[in-house]
């Protein structure tokens, strides 16, 4: 099971540059998860926690641990709450492996 993000967010994910991932909306999956972004599989990362809601404001001075920029956060909230998706114990692949996406209604991927 993992998780679709886009680039380059899913690289500094597997590569421990980025800490939390934020979302619309909170998961109840816990433990380790694929790295999934338009290249491929390419890593594992531990969800720790989930924290929040939050507001994009609310968001906007942590960007050292989220990466995105505050219009971003405020164009991807449209004025609903974020949830932070705590992330640990990045591993990143050699090279990205493959896979068809079949895309979950939790906002996870499994990998057919």
Same mark, same amino acid.
């Given at each position: 099971m993992g998780f679709f993000v886009r680039e380059p967010y899913a690289s500094y994910i597997v590569a421990g540059e980025k800490i939390?991932?934020?979302?619309?909306?909170p998961t109840e999956i816990r433990g380790r998860?694929?790295?999934? @972004?338009?290249?491929?599989w390419i890593g594992t990362v531990v969800?720790?926690?989930?924290?929040?809601?939050? @507001?994009? &404001? %609310?968001? #906007?001075? #942590?960007? &050292?641990?989220?990466? #995105?920029?505050? %219009?971003?956060?405020?164009n991807y909230a449209r004025g609903k709450p974020l949830y932070v998706w705590?992330?640990?114990d990045p591993e990143m692949f050699p090279a990205p492996i493959p896979v068809r996406k079949?895309?979950?209604?939790?906002?996870?991927?499994q990998a057919r």
């Open positions: 939390w991932e934020v979302r619309r909306y998860v694929g790295v999934v @972004s338009s290249r491929g969800i720790r926690e989930v924290l929040g809601p939050f @507001s994009a &404001e %609310e968001l #906007a001075s #942590a960007w &050292e641990k989220h990466r #995105a920029d505050p %219009e971003f956060l405020k705590v992330l640990s079949a895309p979950r209604a939790d906002g996870l991927a």
